[in-house]
């Protein structure tokens, strides 16, 4: 049987049953890939016409048709079809590893987050804007996102403490220098595009700083020039940290600007207040053509989402990856 892969107007002969991921790598088409297991959501792409059988829970299958959005390691190829694959320029390929590592150093950023540093046993290749799952026991795994680029030695997470968190309140009250982690990566689509000219706006709440830090120096390193709002939502001023390192990258980045947006609490000279997203929509009417990257607890990516949409920016270019609690 017959596939087509769109927008490269390939065809490849493929025999029925075969997984789509393996399919395109055997055939060298590029596609974005890392976890192999449909956790990461990297492999996505667009069933154009036909119909695919994707992998659901447990051991059955679900048919997908035209228009469906799949992940290609958790698709069969059952007939003649077509698969449009996505930003065929920007294609990131780091295969997930684990690694062992060593916690160098936790430090507090605010009353509630630690900065957390790990040293690793061989490098980590990961694209800005990735995450990681950390195991610190097998009872004790949490997925952080990097807030920092590629460093053959260390890596850098950020992590807020949440009351009664089982992970959090193990890092906060047990974890010390010394101990090992296991590090599982790179995952998630959310990484920066370097082949885009576009002004781009990020938006952050709390500990999705890391991610959106990460991309920034990810920026300077590749010698970007595009526009870049930052806005960083918080819910407090004690919330509030970063600044350092924002201001240190817009001398990097001589076209960064940067917005911290408190949600209550007292005013203070150079932060403005309310929620993060209207921040944006006052500042914007009109925002086709830009790129955009969220980070944060779910129901502000969602929004800021929406939002995006409503201002014009094409949802192939909202970037995100929410994480959702699992105990915590």
């Not at 590592?101 to 290749?125: A, F, N």
């Not at 350092?244 to 203070?268: D, I, M, T, Y």
Request: net charge neutral.
């Amino acid at each position: 049987m017959e596939v087509s892969i769109l927008p490269l107007q390939r065809m490849l002969d493929v025999r029925a049953g075969e997984n789509l991921l393996e399919v395109l790598r055997a055939n060298q088409i590029p596609i974005s890939y890392s976890c192999m297991a449909g956790r990461c959501g990297t492999c996505r792409c667009r069933v154009a016409s036909g119909r695919v059988l994707v992998t659901g829970s447990g051991d059955s299958n679900a048919p997908m048709s035209r228009g469906e959005s799949v992940l290609a390691c958790q698709t069969t190829l059952v007939e003649n079809c077509s698969i449009e694959i996505p930003e065929v320029d920007e294609v990131v390929v780091h295969p997930a590893k684990i690694l062992k590592s060593t916690v160098l150093g936790i430090e507090d950023l605010t009353h509630d987050i630690k900065r957390l540093r790990l040293g690793l046993s061989r490098p980590l290749e990961f694209s800005p804007g990735q995450y990681a799952n950390l195991q610190f026991t097998p009872q004790h795994i949490r997925p952080y996102s990097m807030a920092v680029t590629q460093n053959p030695e260390e890596i850098e997470f950020h992590i807020r403490l949440v009351p009664d968190g089982r992970v959090t309140s193990y890092i906060g009250n047990e974890l010390k220098v010394g101990d090992p982690v296991r590090v599982s990566g790179p995952l998630g689509t959310a990484y920066l595009r370097r082949k885009n000219a576009a002004p781009i706006v990020c938006i952050a709440g709390g500990t999705g700083l890391a991610p959106i830090l990460s991309i920034l120096r990810g920026m300077a390193e590749a010698g970007m020039n595009n526009p870049v709002h930052v806005y960083f939502g918080v819910r407090s001023n004690i919330d509030v940290y970063g600044e350092p390192w924002l201001r240190e990258l817009q001398s990097r980045l001589p076209r960064l600007k940067f917005h911290v947006v408190v949600a209550s609490g007292e005013k203070v000279n150079g932060f403005r207040s309310g929620v993060v997203t209207q921040a944006v929509s006052d500042d914007w009417s009109d925002m086709r053509g830009w790129s955009a990257y969220i980070a944060g607890a779910p129901v502000m990516v969602d929004a800021a989402s929406i939002l995006l949409r409503q201002k014009g920016v094409e949802p192939e270019r909202i970037y995100a990856d929410a994480f959702y609690p699992s105990g915590i």
